[in-house]
């Protein structure tokens, strides 16, 4: 059980989705791409599909010990060979969104100069020379903090440039001081086309999963009231500001409105304050990225070390099995709270009662004694280390540099990533996203239910099976949105 609390997850959760990709100030754009009906509506669903995704990693989150929820150890006890894929899909993600945070500043910092100071100090109007200096000073020291918890100050501060971007796009939009305005569309699209071109920016704008876990796991209290209030907090606060930025900032400039909103406003002290503010915003954000990515490079090492042993078996379900059964063979043999364990067909370890009608799979069932129980069995059997032990000392760091000092050479290197971040994002978004909870969601959640004699599942209540079902679904949503975003971006230059 962590110290965190539910606030301090939700302010980390926010910044997490306001930041990543386009985020908000690319939400008038989409708006003007689908028309504000449709544009609307977009919005409103895929904070409705990212929510259930991450409400799916909070329920999944169960079936591992406490602490240890990652999407590693889901995969231990579902896939264990594809565990690495998993976290590779993570690294590349995460890394990409950190090199494009560190561009950023490379690309405003001297039109904020400048604005300030003119042409006099070619040094100061140089990309190369403000991301050094952001990157030794700032972003660097903060990547090196072991819990993201110590983040949530860095996130306020953040989360505060976000409430100054707002009121600009607000003040404007009251103003109406926007001299070069298009038309406005309420029910018609902007083109065929700009819908698929936009769909990327707003289906993505709620992407935060790949921290999940790890503030799942430092939460002093993991009820599912904590975690759905983390969820819908985040979730509902990014979703309002979208809506509210996305109708005023497209009213505001019509369809004349371009991809980052506050590049559109004329040049003044507010909208250098502006830049400002998206400087500090992501600068304070790349942490953010920066720890899921070390979390999951420690997992693909720890995989690597012990490729051997978890190539030569099914599963630790599997061990589990034969350990009970023979347990159960000897007249010495005890038990865990008068059940058996029995292994279904993806390989997950679960507890069935004698009568074989009720069963707890290390979740949120109304057994927690019996759940609590099997947990400290299967760590004294050593046959459930779902998770790799996180990083630490000299390898922390180590990773913790590569990370930082890769990140800073791309960035320095090239001054656009948006396509390359289009195909990551198209694939490793809409993995993280939706893919791997709807995946886990629909194997893990009711197993406990399942009868291993028959391979049906018996007796289980109406509303885990509709939530299977929607696991299901939110897989298949995923599979689509990676097939629509790919096919924008390769065919139509779309960028998010």
């Not at 754009?29 to 599909?49: C, E, N, P, Q």
């Not at 289906?203 to 009231?225: A, D, P």
């Not at 995946?439 to 885990?464: A, C, D, R």
Request: aromatic share 10%.
């Amino acid at each position: 059980m962590g110290e965190a609390t539910w606030q301090g997850a939700a302010i980390n959760l926010l910044n997490t989705i306001i930041v990543l990709g386009a985020g908000m100030l690319a939400m008038p754009y989409a708006i003007r791409s689908d028309g504000i009906f449709i544009g609307v509506l977009v919005i409103i669903l895929s904070a409705m599909t990212s929510s259930f995704g991450l409400y799916l990693q909070g329920k999944c989150a169960k079936y591992t010990p406490p602490g240890q929820a990652s999407f590693f150890s889901l995969s231990q006890i579902t896939y264990p060979q594809l565990g690495v894929v998993f976290d590779l899909a993570i690294v590349i993600k995460c890394f990409g969104v950190g090199v494009s945070y560190l561009v950023v500043i490379g690309d405003l910092m001297p039109q904020i100069c400048e604005t300030l100071v003119g042409d006099d100090h070619p040094l100061l109007l140089e990309r190369n020379f403000w991301i050094t200096i952001f990157m030794a000073f700032i972003v660097a020291p903060l990547s090196y903090l072991k819990k993201m918890d110590s983040l949530k100050f860095a996130s306020m501060v953040a989360l505060s440039s976000v409430a100054y971007l707002v009121i600009l796009v607000f003040v404007h939009f009251f103003k109406h001081d926007i001299q070069d305005k298009g038309p406005v569309r309420i029910f018609k699209p902007y083109s065929a086309t700009s819908i698929l071109t936009s769909f990327p920016i707003v289906v993505f704008g709620y992407t935060c999963h790949q921290n999940m876990f790890t503030l799942i796991n430092e939460l002093n209290s993991q009820s599912g009231k904590i975690v759905n209030k983390v969820i819908f907090t985040a979730i509902g606060i990014a979703m309002s500001l979208y809506i509210l930025v996305g109708l005023t900032g497209y009213i505001s400039f019509g369809d004349k409105v371009g991809p980052n909103i506050i590049v559109g406003y004329t040049k003044s002290l507010s909208s250098t304050i502006g830049r400002v503010a998206i400087v500090i915003l992501v600068m304070l954000s790349y942490p953010l990225q920066c720890h899921p990515a070390r979390l999951s490079v420690g997992h693909i090492i720890h995989y690597f070390r012990n490729i051997k042993e978890i190539s030569r078996r099914p599963s630790r379900a599997a061990l589990l099995q034969e350990q009970r059964l023979s347990n159960s063979s000897s007249p010495g043999s005890r038990k865990v709270s008068q059940a058996s364990v029995s292994v279904d067909r993806p390989n997950r370890a679960y507890l069935r009662s004698e009568n074989d009608e009720t069963a707890v799979l290390m979740s949120n069932t109304e057994s927690e004694d019996t759940s609590l129980d099997l947990q400290h069995e299967l760590l004294e059997q050593g046959l459930l280390k779902t998770a790799a032990p996180p990083l630490s000392g000299k390898s922390f760091y180590i990773v913790t540099t590569i990370i930082v000092t890769l990140s800073y050479l791309v960035a320095i290197s090239v001054t656009s990533l948006a396509h390359v971040l289009a195909f990551v994002g198209s694939t490793g978004s809409t993995s993280i996203s939706f893919i791997l909870p709807g995946v886990f969601g629909y194997q893990l959640i009711g197993s406990e239910f399942l009868n291993m004699t028959t391979g049906e599942y018996e007796n289980i209540p109406k509303k885990i099976k509709l939530l299977r079902y929607g696991a299901a679904v939110l897989s298949a949503w995923g599979v689509l949105v990676m097939v629509v975003c790919l096919s924008a971006t390769i065919f139509l230059g779309a960028t998010h």
